[in-house]
């Protein structure tokens, strides 16, 4: 009997860095089965490296103390977790459907492995539809008075059912520095648009006036600055004069709906490594 783990590895590039893992690896019995990395050079470069492995269980717990040997002698940070434990996700939602419907799909399929936990919404629109998959659905509205108390409501409930991850499924509201900052790296936004190009509301509206050839989509982790987080997946669409606002509407949900769901993919599989504002991402 073995168990799947992942690996994530951050640290200053060096020589030795692989070799000292795998024989750490090895020494634990492991079987290494997806190995990928990422070098910028040893001139005051970052090395990045995410790898699967077969173990018996309770490896974790030698190999923990192995690495943390490593990570003094290389200044690593690193992460392991058991492949076989799918996380459970928050999705917040306002009106619009499309992108939460694509994470019920996949999930359901197992195309995302991961579990919606929960359904939050400050309207209670989407609330059949989750029904329908049986996954519990929280109306808190929000308002500028009571968005404290909406958001420690909020935190309360992701507690209870234990949410790993908080995704953002076109949730029209910004959430305060408290609440972003209990969740580093753990909030994760689809915003309309293909960033740095129409920060804020209406994107599309912003677009159609500039009279863009392309409309995109951008995933990304939520800081406390609007809509500049660590760029996880994006994806564009081409238009032309011919396209309307309620076209670039249309066109832009199908693009939105995909780019959230690959990010939400990449994050619950381990494959995303943040770097200061940027990713090193090692999709499928």
Same mark, same amino acid.
């Given at each position: 009997m073995t168990d799947r783990y992942r690996l994530l590895i951050a640290c200053p590039d060096t020589p030795g860095i692989i070799a000292s893992v795998s024989d750490a690896l090895w020494k634990e019995g492991a079987n290494i089965? !997806?190995? +990928?990395?990422? !070098?910028?050079g040893l001139e005051n470069g970052m090395f990045y490296m995410r790898a699967e492995f077969d173990a018996a =269980?309770?490896?974790?717990? =030698?190999?923990? !103390?192995?690495l943390q040997v490593m990570a003094e002698a290389y200044r690593m940070q690193w992460t392991l977790a058991l492949a076989g434990r =799918?996380?459970?996700?928050?999705v917040f939602v306002s009106r619009e459907d499309h992108?939460?419907?694509?994470?019920?799909?996949?999930?359901?399929?197992?195309?995302?492995?991961?579990?919606?936990?929960?359904?939050?919404?400050?309207?209670a629109d989407l609330q059949p539809l989750a029904e329908r998959f049986n996954i519990p659905y929280y109306h808190i509205p929000v308002t500028q008075?009571?968005?404290? $108390? /909406?958001e420690a409501e909020a935190r309360r409930l992701?507690?209870? $059912?234990d949410a790993?991850?908080?995704?953002?499924?076109?949730?029209?509201?910004?959430? /305060?520095? +408290?609440?972003?900052?209990?969740?580093p790296e753990r909030i994760i936004n689809i915003h309309h648009s293909f960033l740095p190009a129409f920060v804020g509301p209406k994107p599309y509206h912003q677009a159609y006036a500039r009279g863009v050839k392309l409309i995109g989509a951008t995933a990304h982790y939520v800081t406390k600055?609007? +809509?500049?987080?660590?760029?996880?997946?994006?994806?564009?669409?081409?238009? +032309?004069?011919?396209?309307?606002?309620?076209?670039?509407k249309r066109l832009g949900r199908q693009v939105e709906r995909m780019v959230l769901a690959r990010a939400v993919s990449w994050h619950v599989s381990d494959r995303v490594l943040v770097s200061g504002n940027r990713t090193v991402v090692f999709p499928f």
């Amino acid at each position: 009997m073995t168990d799947r783990y992942r690996l994530l590895i951050a640290c200053p590039d060096t020589p030795g860095i692989i070799a000292s893992v795998s024989d750490a690896l090895w020494k634990e019995g492991a079987n290494i089965t !997806s190995f +990928d990395q990422y !070098s910028e050079g040893l001139e005051n470069g970052m090395f990045y490296m995410r790898a699967e492995f077969d173990a018996a =269980p309770g490896t974790d717990e =030698p190999l923990t !103390s192995r690495l943390q040997v490593m990570a003094e002698a290389y200044r690593m940070q690193w992460t392991l977790a058991l492949a076989g434990r =799918p996380q459970r996700l928050a999705v917040f939602v306002s009106r619009e459907d499309h992108c939460l419907n694509e994470l019920l799909w996949q999930t359901q399929r197992g195309d995302i492995a991961a579990h919606i936990a929960l359904i939050i919404s400050n309207h209670a629109d989407l609330q059949p539809l989750a029904e329908r998959f049986n996954i519990p659905y929280y109306h808190i509205p929000v308002t500028q008075t009571t968005k404290a $108390h /909406s958001e420690a409501e909020a935190r309360r409930l992701i507690e209870s $059912h234990d949410a790993q991850t908080i995704v953002l499924a076109r949730y029209m509201q910004i959430l /305060s520095e +408290d609440f972003v900052s209990a969740y580093p790296e753990r909030i994760i936004n689809i915003h309309h648009s293909f960033l740095p190009a129409f920060v804020g509301p209406k994107p599309y509206h912003q677009a159609y006036a500039r009279g863009v050839k392309l409309i995109g989509a951008t995933a990304h982790y939520v800081t406390k600055d609007l +809509d500049a987080g660590p760029i996880i997946e994006q994806d564009v669409h081409r238009v +032309d004069h011919r396209h309307q606002l309620e076209d670039l509407k249309r066109l832009g949900r199908q693009v939105e709906r995909m780019v959230l769901a690959r990010a939400v993919s990449w994050h619950v599989s381990d494959r995303v490594l943040v770097s200061g504002n940027r990713t090193v991402v090692f999709p499928f």
